[in-house]
């Protein structure tokens, strides 16, 4: 086994679930004999957002203010680790990289844990935790004062959205327009989309399935304050003083020019969102660049693997994979010849998509849940594990350990 206390450079780019994971394992292994280590954490925001509790703090203020974790304190004070606040502009080659600050930041392993992009406030756009704030603020402000909000996109997220609007301004016409036949993602059991939509209506919300809402060109990729009227592909008129986009999604791979020039070939997709290609061992697709991981949604995996808990999982089976390979020696063989080191690295773990679960609350009361293959639809249980595990925090609480050093004030 090779000296582990050697140094060791680690980056992780995206802080969010797939990376706070990754970033905090390598942290924490930094005390057990890899004394050589260094992290180095690059968020192009000051703080974590808890973005899978947005339905809940689009409602509630003093939950929002809970839901922004400082990443000044994601590091023990004193350690070699960093947090560096900026944007990743580009990564020229198998061990450098250059942020839009100017930075220019060497690694032996890289991690791009960069997520994609949702349409705001649901991916809070903001730089820090103050203006993030005051983004969701603005549009909790249009729930108050509206008379009917119109929620676009059916997904888990869309679903959660309408409840808690619902659920909170019940005097106020909620509807929901899908594009597919039944709500939810279709790899889970019908039970599910049909409960959804039993427990939609008994907020009040109106779901509309197979139907499309027209966007006009300006609309954007950021919910609407002010009265508007959509169409639908039916020709349908959808009046709203509110709307929330929960589709659309896409993917930065722009930093990966410089790599895909030299290769002559693309690492992303580029039809779609744009995903970044990715191995089973969630290795960038391409055997020059073997020490570069990319777990999280801006893989090409399937839909299905794109939920924070399971970003988390796939940041902990790329953390895993480059363990085995520092306890090999990999970065030094690959130093001296990628050809060799890449002939003779040990077998990764791949990543295996064995949790066909999904829990979604439909205001803090209901909620509709799947877990081992079995559908808790309209039932009564459903509405009790929800209430019991997630609709009181989003399982906030289990994303605060990665955070658990304190701060000057300044870094609030």
Partial sequence: MADKSRDISIVVVGGSYAGAVA???FADLSKKGYAGLKVTLVDEKSHYFHAVGFPKALVDAKYAEKAFLPFASFFE????????NSRLKSITDAHNLVLEDGQELYFDYLILATGGKAPGPINVRSANKEEGLAEIEQLRSGLEAANSVLVIG?????????????????????TLVHSGKRLMPTNFREGVSNGAVAKL?????DVVLNERVKLPADFGRSAR????????????????DVQILAVGFKVNSA?????????????HIEDGPGFIRVRPTLQ???DSFPNIFVPGDANDLPMTAKYGFKAEMQGGTAAANIKKLIDAGFDQAFAASQDEAV?????????SDMVDAIMVPIGPELGVVQMLKVALGASGLANFLVRQIKSKDFMLWMRKGYFPYKQSASGQ
Avoid: C, M
């Fill in 23 to 25: 970033a905090r394992k």
């Fill in 77 to 84: 004070p004193g350690s070699a680790h960093q947090f560096i």
């Fill in 154 to 174: 059916g997904g888990a997220v869309g679903v959660e959205v309408a409840g808690f609007v619902a659920a909170t301004f019940p005097q106020k016409k909620v």
């Fill in 201 to 205: 209506g008994q907020l009040g919300v």
């Fill in 225 to 240: 304050v002010g009265h508007q009227v959509l169409r639908g592909t039916s020709g349908t008129e959808y009046p709203s």
């Fill in 255 to 267: 930093f990966l020019e410089p790599l895909e020039t030299k290769l002559g070939s693309l690492l």
């Fill in 284 to 286: 960038l697709d391409s």
């Fill in 343 to 351: 002939a003779n690295a040990p077998a990764l773990s791949k990543w």
